[in-house]
């Protein structure tokens, strides 16, 4: 099989699944990379072949693991991934754009792991765990579009199309564990989050995860986004807020910083603050229930805990003097409280501004959840501040930083007539300011099809 002759199969699919024209010749191609990839390397056809798109997080900056809201969009980059049936209980992964490969066996995935294969082994070991005596060997090749540790999802997006693959290899959606526990893409973005990040999810335990303290808005968004529209959900558990087309003549502008949002060592203790640090607002909040022998769950989120009555927050904060946390101070613990009620907010208000095609009112929002995570969140470096400042003084009505911060990209939107003229000018100043950065790279985007399996004829 060559890249020329899965050429018109492969164009229908994407066609069929909305993709913007301007974009079907781009991931056609990258589809025919991770087909000749698989060939080349495991000397066979692949079987199946998926598409993993990468997402931006255009509101809803570290809500999603507190039960909070997130507005996102699927993006025309992604992964590719091709994979085939092995007849022993080996997975096999090649990375096709960079031409390197791992393995592990089912019976051993807890072998230690750095980089992407960390996050295949613990697709492996999580899907072996929960399904015991599946057949889950596995030959995978993929090739991905996406920068890497950009804050678009390229970790999520490889979790998602290796769990793709394997369970199709496993016939796993057929198991009554699957059935019990996943009954709708929604429940598998929250699996697939829970795989990631090492929670039990309904029935199915956990395991130890990739490391991070995240939550599932990038798996919902990868597997659950619609083509030309953003997509507001809500998290624990994941379930729609509503949709809205993005305005024929927006189109967003992606630029990485160069600056790598990195999840391990010193970057993951950072990341994982802003997750452990809602738990400790809770766990302060609970210890003053038991403290004035009121009942609480022993499951409640953030979120869960705000949405009681309108003096939740204030309870919290008094809480939170009451009973310090041992891990954060009462002012850390104030700001995030302070974040996460604002940036909540914001989500639906996007959502209705972008419905209306308001630029005035999106400008605004913007700006806030910049300033917010800057003075608030304070996951911000300064080229990530930077490039947000640059995009509007480049001609974009619209921009902030996204994704687990500390680093990554940041997104805007800017007329459609004006865009690749606006992300040559935001770029080039950009480079000016920083000509010391590498790898910093841009697109233009309509919102993309979700996560989908593709045909070759």
């Known amino acids: 099989m060559t890249g020329a002759s899965i050429h018109a199969g492969l164009t229908a699919s994407f066609e069929r699944l909305g993709m913007a024209p301007a974009d079907v010749a781009g991931r056609v191609a990258l589809a025919a990379q991770a087909v000749t990839g698989f060939e080349q390397h495991h000397g066979r056809p692949p079987a199946w072949l998926y598409w993993v798109p990468g997402r931006i997080e255009i509101f809803g900056k570290h809500t999603d693991y507190a039960g909070g809201r997130s507005l996102v969009a699927a993006v025309p980059r992604g992964f590719m991934v091709a994979a085939a049936p092995r007849d022993d209980d080996r997975v096999v992964a090649y990375d096709a754009r960079w031409n390197a490969a791992m393995r592990v066996d089912v019976g051993n995935a807890d072998l230690a792991f750095a980089g992407w294969p960390n996050y295949v082994a613990v697709v492996v070991r999580r899907l072996a765990s929960n399904f015991p005596g599946a057949a889950l060997g596995a030959d995978v090749a993929f090739a991905s579009d996406l920068p890497r540790s950009a804050g678009i999802s390229s970790s999520s997006a490889l979790v998602v199309g290796i769990a793709r693959a394997l369970v199709m290899r496993g016939q796993l959606d057929q198991r009554p564990e699957w059935l019990e526990a996943i009954q ?95 738990r400790a607002l809770v766990e302060s909040w609970r210890a003053s229930r038991r403290a004035a022998g009121v009942p609480a769950s022993g499951t409640m989120t953030l979120a869960g805990v705000l949405a009681q009555d309108r003096e939740s927050a204030d309870e919290i904060r008094e809480a939170v003097r009451r009973h310090p946390s041992r891990d954060f101070d009462g002012a850390t613990l104030e700001r995030r409280l302070e974040h996460f009620i604002a940036e909540d907010a914001r989500v639906p208000l996007a959502l209705d501004a972008i419905a209306r095609c308001d630029r005035q009112v999106i400008g605004r929002l913007a700006r806030a959840t910049q300033e917010d995570a800057e003075r608030l969140l304070q996951n911000q470096v300064p080229e990530t501040s930077a490039l947000a400042a640059l995009a509007l003084e480049s001609g974009a009505f619209a921009s902030s930083s996204f994704g687990a911060g500390f680093g990554g990209s940041v997104w805007a939107l800017a007329p459609a007539s004006e865009g690749e003229e606006i992300l040559r000018a935001w770029r080039r100043r950009y480079v000016e300011l920083y000509p010391a950065v590498e790898n910093v790279t841009g697109f233009v985007a309509r919102p993309a099809p979700a996560s989908a399996a593709l045909s070759f004829a």
């Not at 990038?218 to 305005?247: E, K, M, W």
């Not at 630029?255 to 997750?275: D, F, L, P, Q």
């Open 184 to 278: 709708s893409p929604l429940d598998l973005a929250g699996y697939l989050g829970a795989v990631e990040n090492g929670l039990t999810f309904k029935s199915l335990a956990g395991t130890s995860g990739v490391g991070t303290h995240g939550g599932s808005e990038d798996h919902t968004a990868i597997l659950n986004c619609s083509a030309d529209r953003v997509n507001a959900f809500a998290y624990v558990p994941v379930r729609p807020q509503g949709d809205a087309a993005l305005p024929a003549d927006w189109v967003f502008l992606v630029i990485s910083s160069g600056m790598e949002a990195a999840k391990t060592g010193a970057a993951m203790a950072r990341y994982n603050a802003a997750s452990l640090s809602t």
